[in-house]
Nanobody, 122 residues
Framework: QVQLVESGGGLVQAGGSLRLSCAAS????????MGWFRQAPGKEREFVAT????????SHADSVKGRFTISRDNAKNTAYLQMNSLKPEDTAAYYC???????????????WGQGTQVTVSS
């Protein structure tokens, strides 16, 4: 069973950058599609980005397109979310997830990390 651990969250000023990492263990990482989702207080968890097992396909939510970039390093069993030009509305708990295929749908992912908090101050 794959296990996922996120890191890299924190407090940053608006306009700043953070890079989130998602370290995987216990499975064949390169065979898994990875996704990033986020959940703000009082709101539903929403799709941020997804990447195929090979890294050859990526998709980003419109709200983060041009500012966030998903990537992966299969040799390190790690997925990343580079977040630039952060806005206060990006404040949320960020979760990585693993699934069998790329998708923007929460239910298509089988394994979830515990989340890492990102807070953007204005």
């Amino acid at each position: 069973q794959v296990q996922l651990v996120e890191s890299g969250g924190g407090l940053v000023q608006a306009g700043g950058s953070l890079r989130l990492s998602c370290a995987a263990s216990g499975g064949t990482f390169g065979a898994l599609a990875m996704g990033w989702f986020r959940q703000a207080p009082g709101k539903e968890r929403e799709f941020v980005a997804t990447i195929s097992g090979s890294g050859g396909y990526t998709s980003h939510a419109d709200s983060v397109k041009g500012r966030f970039t998903i990537s992966r390093d299969n040799a390190k069993n790690t997925a990343y979310l580079q977040m630039n030009s952060l806005k206060p509305e990006d404040t949320a708990a960020y979760y990585c997830a693993a699934g069998r295929f790329v998708s923007g749908t929460l239910s298509h992912y089988d394994v979830w990390g515990q989340g890492t908090q990102v807070t953007v101050s204005s």
